[in-house]
């Protein structure tokens, strides 16, 4: 039976820097239903230890957090993130959802900003690396912001394929590195329906093909639902846009690696929408 792992820390619930508190207050309850499905766990989280965080950032950038008070979930939110990536290479899972309290893509080496404090898929990935010997990686990133740190720690590194909807078009001379603006595609659309379809068709289009070439053994989605309507980057977008997604990275995933694909939570601060969301994400990551 393939499990779907979800990992979690009591902190994120209480405390976040996204929402300082409130946007994951209903978790783990609104996943009692999920948990019910004996193919979907909840997995507990440690904090990481500091000998991860130093492989990508600098010691003055991990006193910085710490003197953030903001940052105080960020050393269980990587220990989520490198949690649900252990158990999905080792194949205790197939596919993982990991929920955090601070965000990742906007921490590069030895800057932090945007909510975000250590960079936690990165971290995850050297772990990976050292751990597994995983070469090859896929990022999707759907988060409403550009993810600048997650762009600056790998920009130099052919084994990761960073595929990120934002604000920009652009593609890296390797054509490893990939922006499309959102901008572009989701003005011609008239209802929300049709942004939902438009975005989504973003990553099947753009970055379906891409992914297939590349042939990463991991897919990470990083997954903000900070693009939804009412939300700090509202794109017009609703569930609808998220739940495509899932299918569509499910399926490139079965195609290339195993299945193997962690969700990993990003921007967006409403515990309305988190509670709306979140438990359909996960729902498809265990139906094929
Ligand atoms: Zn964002
Ligand atoms: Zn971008």
Redesign the pocket.
């Known amino acids: 039976m393939d499990k779907i792992i979800i990992t979690y820390h009591e902190s994120f619930s209480r405390r976040s820097y996204l929402t300082h508190g409130t946007r994951l207050s209903d978790f783990p309850a609104v996943l009692s239903e999920i948990l019910s499905d004996p193919r979907f766990e909840l997995e507990f989280a440690d904090a990481i230890e500091e000998k991860w965080i130093l492989k990508v950032h600098t010691k003055d950038h991990i006193e910085g957090v710490r003197r953030d008070h903001l940052c105080s979930t960020a050393w269980y939110s990587v220990g989520s993130v490198v949690t649900s990536a252990d158990m999905v290479m080792s194949g205790k899972a197939k596919r993982a959802f990991a929920l955090i309290g601070a965000g990742g893509h906007h921490a590069g080496r030895n800057y932090f900003w945007?909510y975000c404090c250590f960079n936690d898929v990165v971290i995850a990935i050297n772990y990976l690396r050292e751990c597994y010997g995983v070469e090859r990686f896929a990022i999707v990133d759907t988060?409403?912001?550009h993810g600048d740190g997650t762009r600056e720690l790998v920009r130099d590194d052919p084994g990761v394929l960073h595929c990120c909807i934002c604000s920009t078009n652009y593609s890296s001379k390797d054509g490893t590195k990939i922006d499309i603006s959102a901008f572009d595609v989701l003005a011609q659309a008239r209802d929300t329906p049709s942004r939902n379809q438009a975005y989504a068709q973003i990553v099947r289009q753009n970055f379906v093909p891409l992914i297939k070439d590349f042939c990463p053994q991991l897919i990470f989605w990083y997954f903000?639902f900070?693009t939804h309507q009412g939300d700090y980057?509202d794109l017009g977008l609703t569930h609808g846009a998220y739940i495509e997604i899932a299918k569509i990275l499910c399926k490139v995933a079965d195609e290339v690696c195993n299945g193997r694909l962690e969700v990993v939570l990003?921007?967006g601060s409403r515990r309305d929408l988190a509670n709306i969301v979140i438990p359909p994400v996960i729902k498809i990551l265990g139906n094929s």
């Open positions: 945007g988060d409403a912001h903000g900070d980057g990003g921007g």
